[in-house]
């Protein structure tokens, strides 16, 4: 699609006559969307049209699951909107896994989809779209949706735009479905001058809430428990733990919110998680745990019974359904807050704990693997090396896919820093980090490095995209010919595996063949040759590692998360 520099004007006095698209482009634009990744078709030509003549650039991606995970990505790694574009029917199926793990990670997606116009509905028409022959959910606010509508008339365009500039600002994240008939995108709009909306603060807390919480952490020894929500508050969450001396503990998606080498740092919880934080809380004498920007969901906490205090919680969240709901017999004092404002008007209420601070034992590292002459690759060696030359000797963002490889990720890397590591396990699809690391790669200008399955990267193509557009983007994959996660989880809850053998595949062989570059790792001597050569190619680069597919991963305690839920369920009649 053309791009032009030159954005359209914006309706008003003396602006000339535009269309729905051209509008909602140039809207778009103004609320900080720099990209829009997609795929075309028929209902939705004169939108992509507006939207490649406007600021915004539009990438052509090669299936909407992957262009929404690319744009949850760049929204994540910009902190702004980003759109999503698809046709009719199957295109707007197709985004939904990807825009359903944007709404629980917390990014700022608005997809714009095309549909049936009001004359051909019930007609039998080509990909037809209406309440009647899509699921429930894709039209309207929901699970997915914060907010959806169908445009029927271009009357309704500022009441849209109104709704998109509030969420667009918004703090939990926002995903919106703006859905067009085709008749409707290149119908005239002679609305009002278009408008800004001031950035929306979170709720601040209350004077109340405030003064309670200072006299805990003022009179009890305390922990925190930091999650990807407090990714915006990263000095003043230092600051509160250094000035009251708490243990740190994180969840997987908050690594390098706080420092991991930190003297406080007690480690990482759920998926992949260290085995010293319960006993390190204990040790401390821990009697509640102040929890910032986690919803304490199973991949954070399995729900274990070790990491809750003697007096529960503290829990600082926007939202106030959250309080209590993943430890419903827990103490928990539920403060409705944004981390930030909560934060700022904390810390000047608090004076430094006199006394050393807690005595903890750092964060033990293993003694660094020797690599082996023969055999496949380790996978623990896979991460110790990604350590190595990716975490400590260049500044690439570092996303880990759904499955073995977010365990080993979780487990082994360590981050000092906040923004470079990405793993979305809560919702946990496969196929986000193959696809996401090309938003993330092209939202910083330079290498973003995905750690990835086989059985992900078989899944969705995006490489093929990163080579239309030069985007930097690396591709780890741990390539044991099996879904790894899912046969070794099977063997330990005692189950025999279900055809969970993949063919041999060379992923570099595929690589080369799309237009990327690639290497095949065979030895583990093989590996930090073949990882460097990867982040200074500057162009999508695919690593093909041939990974010992007998070593298991440390899913412990998700098999007995596992093993919990189905004891606990009664089915008697």
Known sequence: MHHASAPLPLVGPGAPRA????????????????????????????????????????????????????????????DRPTVVFATAGPGITNAITGLAAARIEGAKVV?????????????????????????AGLLSD????????????????????RRLAVGARAVEGFVAHIHLPLSVQ??????????????????????EAL???????????????????????????????????????????AKGIFPEDHPLFVGTTGVGSHARVASCLQAAGIRRTLVLG????????????????????????????????????????GVQAEIGAFLSALLPRLLARPGAPPALPRLPRTAPLDPL??????????????QRVVVESSDAAVLTEAGSAFVWGNHVLRFQEPGRYRSGLHFGSMGHATTGVVGAA?????????????????????????????????????????????????????????????????????ARGLGALGARVEREGELEAALGEALAAGKPFVVDVRVDPEERPPITSRVRSLEAQTAKESFSP
């Open 19 to 78: 269309s729905v698209s051209e509008v909602l482009a140039a809207f778009l634009a103004r609320l900080g969307v720099e990209v829009g990744y997609g795929l075309g078709g028929g209902s939705i030509v004169p939108f992509c049209h507006a939207l490649a003549r406007s600021r915004v650039r539009v990438l052509h991606c090669r299936h909407e699951s992957g262009a929404a995970f690319a744009a949850l990505e760049e929204s994540l790694a910009q």
């Open 111 to 135: 997809l714009v989809s095309g549909g049936t116009s009001p004359s051909q509905r019930d007609r039998g028409a080509a990909q037809e779209t209406t309440a009647r022959t899509l699921p």
């Open 142 to 161: 929901g699970p997915i949706f914060h907010y959806a509508t169908t445009l029927e008339h271009p009357s309704q365009l500022s009441v849209v735009l």
């Open 186 to 207: 290149e119908a005239l709009f002679e609305g009002p001058d278009l408008f800004d909306t001031q950035a929306l603060p979170g709720p601040a807390p209350s004077a």
């Open 211 to 253: 003064d309670a919480v200072t006299k805990i952490l003022t009179e009890e020894p305390c922990a925190l428990w930091v999650g990807f929500g407090a990714r915006k508050a990263v000095s003043r969450v230092r600051a509160l733990a250094e000035r009251c001396s708490m243990p740190v503990m994180c969840s997987p998606r």
């Open 294 to 333: 986690t919803r304490l969901w199973e991949c954070t906490s399995f729900w274990r019974q070790d990491l809750v205090p003697p007096r529960g919680f503290i829990h600082v969240d926007v939202n106030p359904a959250v309080f209590g709901a993943a430890y419903p017999s827990a103490e928990t004092l």
């Open 373 to 386: 002459e023969e055999g496949a690759v380790r996978p623990r060696f896979l991460f110790e090396a990604v």
């Open 442 to 510: 092209r939202a910083r200008g330079k290498a973003a490095v995905a750690l990835v399955g086989d059985g992900s990267m078989l899944m969705l193509e995006e490489v093929s995209t990163a080579v239309r557009y030069g985007i930097p983007a690396v591709w780890v994959v741990l390539n044991d010919r099996q879904y790894g996660i899912v046969e070794h989880g099977m063997r330990a809850s005692g189950y025999d595996p279900v055809e969970t053998t993949l063919p041999d595949t060379d992923f570099s062989l595929v």
